[in-house]
């Protein structure tokens, strides 16, 4: 069985999510809007679980909106306060290493006549607070910045931008998919309006994700998808119930374990590092390693290609870049974005670590990683060892 180190990418599940969401196949199987006796009922496990799920950030059951995945979310969040403040302004802040999700929907936006600021980030990947200040206009009505960076896991300063925000009116929304399950996410500390997560990166369902929109900006907030009343008529379309009451579960064990669940990660991501930095030297760890999530290791390997040390070392499966762009042989955008050296931008590569990787697992990678870089190594030409 190959090692599975791409928990950023996607997650295996959790059996207890599995369970939980069995009987709504082929038992509670009804339509939550029918009026019918088994319609209510599961009417009334939807609700419960969109409690769930509120209780897991600290929001009110009405600010949860079930979407069909976290780029839904994000593509919600961003076009709709647009569509929603358009007549206020027309200036949009968000920042260099976001995910495709939001950068693209500041880019049909910018075909629409929106002016969109990218933010730098330093070197360790983090958005300097002097740039927010910097950016910020008359004309402002958003400020989009992601809570944890899927390619380097580094945290954003969230809680600050959104008070430099809040005086000024402006709207507040992160991408908080790569933090949920990794530190704590309550919407009332980060002060956020709007706040994006994604089942399936949290050994949920796939296919399910969820936009929290604080209830003073949800009254007049307008649907990207219409065509039924569901979702407080802000998201059409009939609720994938068992992927919610999945959802909710992942959110549940994660409320209950967050801290062993921490440790635990941490605990395999630090041998992880330290074997493959000690043993190998020439490594470079991408991001700042102080301000990041337990999750990820982004690892430049000098003198070598990340992709031929993947068809190597083919038992560890892991991203160059992020997984969704693997398709384009660009370097990734947020190692651009840190200012990571030309010549070892081929050579990263991000591991994802999570809930069911074990310490064998981990050392049994190291040693074929190690094996793979350095008959590459010995084949590179710019390498002298
Ligand atoms: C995975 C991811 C998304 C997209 O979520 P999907 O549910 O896969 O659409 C958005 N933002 C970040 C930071 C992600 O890691």
Redesign the pocket.
């Known amino acids: 069985m190959p090692i599975y180190l791409d928990y ?1 990418a ?1 997650t295996p599940m959790d059996p207890e999510v599995f369970e939980a969401m069995k009987p709504y196949f082929m038992e509670k199987y009804a339509n939550p809007s029918s009026i019918h006796s088994l319609g209510r009922i599961v009417r009334e496990d939807l609700e419960k679980a969109r409690e769930k799920v509120a209780g897991a950030i600290g929001a009110e059951a009405h600010e949860i909106i079930f979407t069909a ?4 979310a ?1 593509n919600m969040a961003i076009r709709g306060t647009a569509e929603m403040f358009k007549n206020k302004g027309k200036h949009i802040i968000t920042s260099s290493i976001e ?1 495709k ?2 950068i693209e929907s500041c880019n049909v936006l910018a075909k629409q006549g929106f002016e969109i600021t990218y933010l730098p980030v330093d070197k360790g990947g983090v958005v300097p607070l002097e740039e927010v200040k910097k950016a910020i206009r008359e004309d402002t009505i958003l400020i989009s910045v ?1 809570l ?3 390619e380097i896991g580094t945290i954003q300063p969230i809680r600050e931008i959104a008070e430099m925000a809040k005086d000024k009116g402006i709207i507040v929304h992160t ?1 908080a ?2 933090a949920m399950g990794k530190m704590k996410v309550d919407v009332s500390d980060l002060g956020v309006d709007l706040l ?1 997560i ?4 949290l050994c949920g369902p ?2 399910i ?1 969820v936009l929290y929109i604080d209830e003073n900006l949800k009254q007049d907030f307008r649907p990207l998808v219409v065509g039924g009343a569901q979702e407080f008529g802000l998201r059409a379309g009939t609720e994938s119930v068992p992927n919610i009451v999945g959802l909710a579960k992942a959110c549940e064990i994660i409320s209950e374990n967050l801290q062993n669940e921490i440790k635990h990660i941490t605990h395999l991501r630090d041998l992880f590092e330290n074997r493959l930095v000690n043993e190998l030297g020439d490594v470079n760890i991408n991001g700042n390693k102080d301000k990041r999530v337990c999750s990820v290791s982004n690892l430049g390997f000098r003198y070598i290609e990340a992709e031929a040390l993947m068809i190597y070392a083919e038992e560890v499966c892991c991203s160059t870049g992020s997984a969704c762009s693997s398709e384009s042989i660009d370097a990734s955008h947020v190692l651009y974005a840190i200012g990571v050296d030309p010549i070892d931008l081929h050579g990263a590569i991000r591991f994802s670590f999570g809930r069911f990787n074990t310490e064998e697992e981990i050392n049994k990678a190291v040693d074929i990683i190690k094996e793979s870089v350095i008959k590459l190594r010995a084949m590179s030409p710019l390498s002298n060892k």
């Open positions: 950023s996607t995945s976290g780029t839904a994000d995910h999700a939001i992601m944890v960076n899927n991408d998919v790569q994006t994604s089942a399936h990166k796939k296919g994700g």
